[in-house]
T-cell receptor, first 111, second 115 residues
């Protein structure tokens, strides 16, 4: 079963614009992670935010976490055509270490 | 550091045939995972090993799927007999087990097509 629901399911923007993706989850977490997946390829880890953190930055990425609302958002600033991919949130619960993925957001960045 | 190795990269089989996938995790990673990713969906955990013991196989269709991790290193996932709905990418991942709870690394996956 999927832990998280992501919103929107698909997002189409122009280069230079910002892209925001949201993730909601159901159970308590130890941390939440975001991954990127290019078509037909493996998953690439982008960023991890712990349950006691509220915001984290990595280059053009900004992740927020609201544990009271069981939600997270991923912001990609100044997007590029190379950012075109599917983005997944994944939660690492408080039990035994494992990742449960959301449904994903397909991002298309047009030149 | 070498990544998680998977083979084959692609496989096409007919329904009712059997197939096996292989995974070699990152050296020293005690935990190994197999995920199934159907087109357009997020990865779904099939089975999780801690060393060579199964931690979670609640979503593994045990009537047709089996997995083993001998000696706590390499792992194989088998499907016998395959169904059309098994067409998916099968991802292997490994992680270091510890307080830090980081270090998940995914392989490139095996794309299975059942015809």
């Amino acid at each position: 079963s999927q832990q998280g629901e992501e919103d929107p399911q698909a997002l189409s923007i122009q280069e230079g614009e910002n892209a925001t993706m949201n993730c909601s989850y159901k159970t308590s977490i130890n941390n939440l992670q975001w991954y990127r997946q290019n078509s037909g390829r493996g998953l690439v880890h982008l960023i991890l935010i712990r349950s006691n953190e509220r915001e984290k930055h990595s280059g053009r990425l900004r992740v927020t976490l609201d544990t009271s609302k069981k939600s997270s958002s991923l912001l990609i600033t100044a997007s590029r055509a190379a950012d075109t991919a599917s983005y997944f949130c994944a939660t690492d619960g408080t039990g035994f270490q494992k990742l449960v993925f959301g449904t994903g957001t397909r991002l298309l960045v047009s030149p | 550091e070498a990544g998680v190795a998977q083979s084959p990269r692609y496989k096409i089989i007919e329904k009712r045939q059997s197939v096996a996938f292989w995974c070699n995790p990152i050296s020293g990673h005690a935990t190994l995972y197999w995920y199934q990713q159907i087109l357009g969906q997020g990865p779904k955990l099939l089975i999780q090993f801690q060393n060579n013991g199964v931690v979670d196989d609640s979503q593994l269709p045990k009537d047709r799927f089996s997995a083993e991790r001998l000696k706590g290193v390499d792992s194989t996932l088998k499907i016998q007999p395959a169904k059309l709905e098994d067409s998916a990418v099968y991802l292997c991942a490994s992680s270091s087990f510890g307080r830090d709870r980081q270090g998940y690394t995914f392989g490139s996956g095996t794309r299975l097509t059942v015809v």
